[in-house]
Antibody, heavy 119, light 110 residues
């Protein structure tokens, strides 16, 4: 059974940093692109970042470029999102998701971890 | 890019059909046959319902169908059931391995 479990969320002050983790199990993690998607409270979904199987290729939504870094450790079946220079508008539940097909389909999602940016 | 445009809400009675539209541009919906739809119940993770415009993952009832015409994709749910009440989001490939979501549609089963 495919499982994705996020962790690392919490309360952080504006300008601060946080590192999210996503533990994957039930599939060969190293064979898949992975993604982060976020959802602000009461709002819709927003794609944040993708990372290729070996980590050589990464893509970001414009609003987080230069502040967020996606990475992975295939030996530990883990996906990460390093978030720096956090802003109030980054407050959201962050989901990790597995990508299949031609890189456009998110077939499995974790339950999410809440990040709150506030003073 | 701005989010894809979806109606904020739709409703229908049990047994009826409803259609949710998702309008984008030639840079996303109109440019690729890579539209997917996700169902999200309150407090839960999104669930993939349709991908590549019209394909259904295993386990998704055939009451759910997808289509696309030009820059607008659509999700149709026929034989509406109470359990279909949820938020629905469309998502399109937007080039260079980026994705863009719609603003979401709240489906109410009357």
């Amino acid at each position: 059974e495919v499982q994705l479990v996020e962790s690392g969320g919490g309360l952080v002050q504006p300008g601060g940093s946080l590192r999210l983790s996503c533990a994957a199990s039930g599939f060969t993690f190293s064979r898949y692109w992975m993604s982060w998607v976020r959802q602000a409270p009461g709002k819709g979904l927003e794609w944040v970042a993708n990372i290729k199987q070996e980590g050589s290729e990464k893509h970001y939504v414009d609003s987080v470029k230069g502040r967020f870094t996606v990475s992975r450790d295939n030996a530990k079946n883990s996906l990460f999102l390093q978030m720096n220079s956090l802003r109030a508008e980054d407050t959201a539940v962050y989901f990790c998701a597995r990508i299949v097909g031609d890189g456009t389909v998110l077939d499995y999602w974790g339950q999410g971890t809440l990040v709150t940016v506030s003073s | 890019q701005s989010a894809l445009t979806q109606p904020r809400s739709v409703s229908g009675s049990p047994g009826q059909s409803v259609t949710i539209s998702c309008t984008g541009t030639s840079s996303n919906v109109g440019g690729y046959d890579c539209v997917s739809w996700y169902q999200q119940r309150p407090g839960k993770a999104p669930k993939l319902m349709i991908y590549d415009v019209f394909k259904r993952p295993s386990g998704v009832p055939d009451r759910f169908s997808g289509s696309k015409s030009g820059k607008t994709a659509s999700l149709t749910i026929s034989g509406l059931q109470a359990e279909d009440e949820a938020d629905y989001y469309c998502c399109s490939y937007a080039g260079t391995y980026t994705l863009i979501f719609g603003g979401g549609t709240r489906l109410t089963v009357l």
